[in-house]
């Protein structure tokens, strides 16, 4: 086991883990550490804790000391320092005319690199541009190319339901998300309900993923025939959502009678479950089908990707 401290550089951002090295750490200091990149100013999230040595990357490094006053003041320079940094790389930017757009600047807390965050469609020649940067800064430049997942976590916004980006609140890595998912959830698989502001898949479509699963591979599909305390039927409808199925049940008489059952109150005779593995192929069709009809602007091979 290994004692560590949670440590946050960027609102939202990931948690690394560092040793506190006998210092009395709380959930919401300041502090100041060395990584790869330099020495940085980060917040403690989560306090000191043990964890299992596969939980952790070797070697793992050391708090250098809990933020003082005057890291703090140095903290807040650095932030106006970015401020300017943007403004004189955008005009660079302008004046060598490449076709990249900048989204973030980022000092180190010690001033040793400056790194620039841009997005663009393809590889930029940005020799000069650093050229003319670092003789500006007269420090180590950095431009580091990121995709637009990140550029809309640094840049934050509102997402389709009103509220703001998850990935720029709470979210601190990108889980995987796929096609797939909104499929199994039944939603709609026109491109422009599904997607984010991004242009990718929503991640909250992966929030709830694992409970559709376990409750798909429980719930009759359509046809099968059950049993029910009021006799062998066949499924109809099945709802997800309140975990229950639609019944039409054959009486003596050959009178039908519709009923509605938990699916933890029926037992599947014949047939088979609502959860099965989707194909590629099929998703891909009906992703084109809804994108046809609703005229989507996305592109269904980018959502195709994720």
Known sequence: MNTVVGIRFKKAGKIYYFDPDNLDIKQGNSVIVETARGIE???????????????????????????????????????????EAFSICLEKIAHHELPMKLIDVEYTFDNSKIIFYFVADGRIDFRELVKDLAAIFRTRIELRQIGVRDESKMIGGLGPCGRSLCCSTFLGDFEPVSIKMAKEQNLSLNPTKISGVCGRLMCCLNYEQSTYEEIRKKTPAIGSIVKTQDGEGEVISNNILSESVKVRITGQRDDVELKSYSIYETELISGGYEYRELTEDEIKRELKREAKKSEAVVEVETLLEE
């Open 41 to 83: 100013f980060g917040e403690a999230v989560i306090g000191i804790k043990e964890v299992k040595d596969e939980e952790i990357v070797s070697p793992l490094k050391k708090v250098l000391r809990i933020a003082e006053d005057e890291d703090k003041v140095k903290d807040e320079e650095n932030k106006k320092k970015e401020k």
